[in-house]
């Protein structure tokens, strides 16, 4: 059996086997909450320290609880999980791996800032297609308190955001994926990952830790043109084309640098930041940012329309921007990532 094709060199992975989302599991805070999204997720959180004595470990507790809400659906307990990958914003991925560490799974922390989402199920899919492994679980988390904490000021700082500038959503998706194949699940509402593109690093010359959406906006632009070359049809048999997260800015410059590539896209093409909030009601800057954006848009709105068969395919895009807190204080420009990976009704 040929597991995996590569278009090129480098190119378009396109999955052999079934590799199906099983389930997945959503939580999101307050103002995620008070957004268009609000049904798709499993629980909303109103407190901010979710009852926990830390922002960091409310972040671990989403991440616990969104891994248990996944498990619950998919039937499946975590001794018949093969490998767990997941990923958040903090130092040495500590909000994954203390929320985690109750589950009876191998373990694999992951870092690629807002495109974790993609990063986390792109691996995944790698490993299934392997046949090294059977199932998979991804998890990935974010929290406004902690990431503002982290990277930029103490909130009791009271300091103002920049009018460029995302707003890291609070919020956890998590999925269970598995070869279909040996397993007996229900072929109703089937969601597969069949293809992925791994972005090359890009670096824009962007040092404003203020506008992301610039900063990241070369590597979504480079992996859509990638894409595009590498594919006999490019997206014409798309429903969306789903950037995670440009934000405002950074999905108007998008569109700037596809230039003749955006024409048969833009009316697919959307970002994760602009649908998980109201930017023209909800106090949220140029939109959400953060590896729980993707997540969770991901995870509740994506999935949902996509096992309804409201939708047959969606390319996801997650884009992150590769850059720590010391590296701007010395003054380097923020390089960026950008992972794509087709998310379909379809196995073929």
């Not at 040092?207 to 043109?225: E, F, H, K, L, V």
Request: glycine fraction near 12%; proline fraction near 3%; aromatic fraction near 8%.
């Amino acid at each position: 059996m040929k597991l995996c094709e590569y278009s090129s060199e480098r190119g378009i992975l396109k999955f052999r086997r079934k590799i199906r989302i099983v389930s997945c599991g959503c939580i999101g805070g307050k103002k995620e909450g008070e957004g268009p999204l609000s049904r798709y997720f499993d629980e909303i959180r109103d407190d901010p320290l979710s009852k926990e004595n830390s922002f960091e470990k409310a972040e671990a507790s989403l991440c616990r609880d969104t891994l248990r809400y996944a498990l619950d659906k998919s039937g499946l307990c975590d001794g018949s999980i093969d490998v767990l990958l997941a990923g958040d914003l903090l130092n040495q991925c500590s909000g994954t791996g203390y929320g985690l560490e109750e589950f009876d799974i191998p373990y694999f922390g992951l870092y690629g800032a807002c495109s974790t989402c993609a990063e986390g199920l792109i691996t995944a899919a790698l490993m299934i297609e392997s046949g090294l492994v059977s199932t998979a679980a991804v998890t990935v988390s974010s929290h406004f308190c902690s990431a503002e904490r982290q990277f930029r000021f103490p909130l009791a700082y009271g300091s103002f955001a920049l009018p460029t500038a995302q707003n890291t959503v609070t919020g956890s998706g998590a999925f269970i994926l598995c070869n279909e194949d040996k397993f007996d699940f229900p072929d109703k509402g089937a969601v597969y990952i069949t293809e992925a593109l791994p972005g090359i690093v890009c670096d824009s010359g962007i040092n404003d830790a203020g506008n992301m959406g610039a900063a990241m906006c070369g590597a979504a632009a480079d992996t859509i043109s990638r894409y595009t070359d590498g594919s006999s049809v490019g997206f014409s048999d798309f429903d969306l084309v789903a950037t995670g997260d440009l934000g405002w800015e950074g999905t108007k410059l998008l569109s700037v640098l596809l230039k003749e590539k955006a024409e048969p896209i833009k009316n697919k093409l959307t970002d994760c930041g602009l649908l998980v909030y109201d930017i023209a009601k909800q106090s949220c800057g140029c939109g959400g940012s953060g590896c729980g954006c993707s997540a969770v848009v991901t995870a509740g709105y994506f999935f949902d329309a996509l096992s309804r068969g409201e939708m047959s395919k969606i390319a996801l895009i997650g884009t992150g921007a590769m850059m720590s807190p010391k590296s701007l204080y010395q003054g380097m420009t923020i390089p960026s990532v950008a992972h794509l990976v087709t998310l379909s009704t379809s196995h073929q």
